[in-house]
Structures are given as C-alpha cells and as structure tokens.
C-alpha cells in the first residue's frame, strides 16, 4: 500500500500544461512542479510564457517553455515532440489553454463561435490526440481538462453572457467522458474540473461587474480564489486518483449544486 506522500507524488513524472504563462495554467503547473514533476510550460505569447519559465527555474523546478498555438496541430505536435525530446517521456497532460466571447445569443457572430470553439474544443482534442502515443507507450497516463462551471449549469444572462464559451465547455466535460471509456484499458485516466468563478485574466471584468451576484448564487458566498484549485488538479494528476476516470470535478463554492 502507497503512503499518503507517494500518493501525492509527482517525482520523474513529466507534465504537460497549457495555458501556462499565467492565471489558472501557472497555478497548475506550480501545482505539479511543487509536487515534483519537470513541467513543460505551453502558451501562444512567449513575452507571457517566458517570465513564468524564469520565475519557475528560479524556484528549482525543472521546466521546458514551448510557444504554441492549441488550434495548429503542427504546433501541438511540436510540444509534444520537444517534451520527448527533453524529458524522455509523457505522463500528464494539463489542457487549460482557452477563450471566451461574451456577447448576447442572437447577436453572436459565426467568427467568434468558430474561434471560441476552435480554441476550446478541437485544441483540447489536438493536445489530447498528441501525448496519447506517449501515454500508451508508458501504459499509463493522466489528463485533466478545464472545462467550466458554465458547462455544467445555466448562468444567468446578467452575470454572463457567453453561449459559445459554455458550448465549448459542455463539449469538453462529454469529450472528456468518451476518452475516459476508450482509453482506460490502456491505463489513460482523463477527468476533467468545473472551475467556477476566479479573477483570471478572462472572468476580472465579470467579477468586477458581477461579483456580489456571483455571490449570491454561490453557497459559499464569494467567488474562487488564488490557490484553490491546486490541491484537485494534484489529486487528478498524481497516483491518488488511479481509480477514478470520466469525472467531472466542480471547484465552484456550491453554485452548481445551489
């Protein structure tokens, strides 16, 4: 029987995260590197991604920083050919990079659907779709994809409105059950988080205008805050949660369940 500190263990795992150069990404990847993981740092603007590389070598952890757009599948691939390259090896994959377009339904253009969904969805496929190779070589592997508390409950329009974004969302908590079924025989573990409101980069200005709504929706009665979802994204990464695959985990304060 594992002890709980080898449960929690990340040590000569290596990690895949993006989104990475700041907000919920940089969280989770501190997350696997202060549990002992290399972590390869992913995200479409290097003059983001490259301070948070530094920061994170100066703080001991052995990390590798891949510039790279989700939505081009030589890109992806590219990350996951320098993770092997580096590192030797895949055993987790972090999929957090996305958009967002607030905008009402009806008015809601084709092009900002397209990006949003895009990004969101078929990014999470490339990146998933490219460390799997690795994953089955090892015959073990975890991924967790950010989806949203907006995947999982309606949010009222006066807090947000953003149907593409929870479409996208939606699609990633489905995708994330089919994978779980077709690769668990190949000891693949895919979950995913239904994070509900943080001050990220993307939700501020909703908060801003928003917030003491938020609360009011929220059991808990306020919105997330900095480090509150390091602790799930370990658990979903790390040996302790080697019997459990296809879930959907929301770090939300209650609202879903309100």
Known sequence: MKSIDELFSLKDKVAIVTGASRGLGKEAAEAL?????SVVLVARRAQWLDP????????GFECLACPCDVTSERDVHDVAAQALAKFGRIDILINNAGVSWAAPFEEATLDSWSKVLTTNVIG???MARAVLPAMRKLGYGKIVNVASV???IGVPKDILEATSYTASKGAIIAMTRELAVNYAAQGIRVNAIAPGFFPTRLASAVIDRAGERIAELTPLGRVGEEGELKGTI???SAPASDYITGQTIAIDGGMSAA
């Open 33 to 37: 590197a202060e549990a002992g993981a």
């Open 52 to 59: 948070t590389a530094t920061e994170f070598e100066e703080r």
């Open 124 to 126: 999470t496929q490339l």
């Open 150 to 152: 907006m995947g999982l």
């Open 234 to 236: 370990l658990f979903l």
